[in-house]
T-cell receptor, first 114, second 111 residues
Framework: EAQVTQNPRYLITVTGKKLTVTCSQN?????MSWYRQDPGLGLRQIYY???????DKGDVPEGYKVSRKEKRNFPLILESPSPNQTSLYFC?????????????FGPGTRLTVL | GENVEQHPSTLSVQEGDSAVIKCTYS??????FPWYKQELGKGPQLIID?????GEKKDQRIAVTLNKTAKHFSLHITETQPEDSAVYFC??????????FGTGTSLTVIP
């Protein structure tokens, strides 16, 4: 089944404790992206990647890191989480702009930073 | 950067009526405009999209129109059904492949 998977789905952590949210897709998509969703703000793009070893900042990259060592994986790293990073996070993937452009979203990771 | 505004934030319609959601964008170079439906507890799912070289696109009960001059695009859902109840998001992609989303519209279809 074609899908984007994220782990963990739920996470409660404390300020300053490094964490990684994993994202994996099995559709051979070049483009991958991370978003955070907050009430009243919609989805905001954190980082995106056009292909392996190519990453770019989105609209709200502060406090986050990403890496793209393999085509299928795009982990989101919070080196020192703070309470304002409490949010619902989505990973998405798609073919590049020359393709359909449709982004497939994962099920989401709900993060709480105490 | 791009700024996408979406209205209304909530919308209630009677089953069988039409629903219209409108979005405006600021970057005239944006070239791709998708619409997503998000059901409770799930990730957004694409329902229809339109590219900047097209003015209108239709898929059964759903249509999207784009006015590049005015920099706005709209989602039209006809013959609404209870299962259309969800949160809908518009988005715009710029030439740098960044996506900017609207703040969402919560649609309720009343049986």
């Amino acid at each position: 089944e074609a899908q984007v998977t994220q782990n963990p789905r739920y996470l409660i952590t404390v300020t300053g404790k490094k964490l990684t949210v994993t994202c994996s897709q099995n559709m051979n998509h070049e483009y991958m992206s991370w978003y955070r969703q907050d009430p009243g703000l919609g989805l905001r793009q954190i980082y995106y990647s056009m292909n392996v070893e190519v990453t770019d900042k989105g609209d709200v990259p502060e406090g986050y890191k990403v890496s793209r060592k393999e085509k299928r994986n795009f982990p989101l790293i919070l080196e020192s989480p703070s309470p304002n990073q409490t949010s619902l996070y989505f990973c998405a993937s798609s073919f590049p702009t020359s393709g359909s452009g449709e982004q497939f979203f994962g099920p989401g990771t709900r993060l709480t930073v105490l | 950067g791009e700024n996408v505004e979406q209205h209304p934030s909530t919308l209630s319609v009677q089953e069988g009526d039409s629903a219209v959601i409108k979005c405006t964008y600021s970057d005239s170079a944006s070239n791709y405009f998708p619409w997503y439906k998000q059901e409770l507890g799930k990730g957004p799912q694409l329902i229809i999209d339109i590219r900047s070289n097209v003015g209108e696109k239709k898929d059964q009960r759903i249509a999207v129109t784009l006015n590049k001059t005015a920099k706005h695009f709209s989602l039209h859902i006809t013959e609404t059904q209870p299962e259309d109840s969800a949160v809908y998001f518009c988005a715009a992609r710029n030439t740098g492949n960044q996506f900017y989303f609207g703040t969402g519209t919560s649609l309720t279809v009343i049986p």
